[in-house]
């Protein structure tokens, strides 16, 4: 069994920051591309930023200059810094890791932390 645990979320004005966390338990024996994902009301989730194995990130266009990325290996542990935050920023963040466990990979979901940015 696989578990992501997702912390750090919450209510923010305009302008503020959060920090999302989220770590894999279980018998998960590696992991590969870890990511965030967002879904707002009405809208398709969607990529915000991912992060491979040794460190290359990618952003949405929305998000760059703001959010960053970050994973501890040793941990299976990925966070996000989130920086001038806007309302449009307003969504259910969701974590997503790739991970190796009992002879196959799989893609593994947390089960998403409510980030809201009022104005």
């Known amino acids: 069994q696989v578990q992501l645990v997702e912390s750090g979320g919450g209510l923010v004005q305009a302008g503020g920051s959060l920090r999302l966390s989220c770590a894999a338990s279980?018998?998960?024996?590696?992991?590969?591309?870890m990511k965030w994902y967002r879904q707002a009301p009405g809208n398709q989730r969607e990529l915000v930023a991912s992060?491979?194995?040794?460190?290359?990130?990618v952003y949405a266009d929305s998000v760059k200059g703001r959010f960053t990325i970050s994973r501890d290996n040793a941990r299976n542990a990925v966070s996000l810094q989130m920086n001038s935050l806007k309302p449009e920023d307003t969504a259910v963040y969701y974590c997503?890791?790739?991970?190796?466990?009992?002879?196959?990979?799989?893609?593994?979901w947390g089960q998403g932390t409510q980030v809201s940015v009022s104005s």
């Open positions: 997503n890791v790739q991970g190796y466990r009992g002879g196959s990979w799989d893609t593994y």
């Open positions: 992060i491979t194995y040794t460190g290359s990130t």
């Open positions: 279980g018998s998960i024996s590696r992991i590969n591309a």
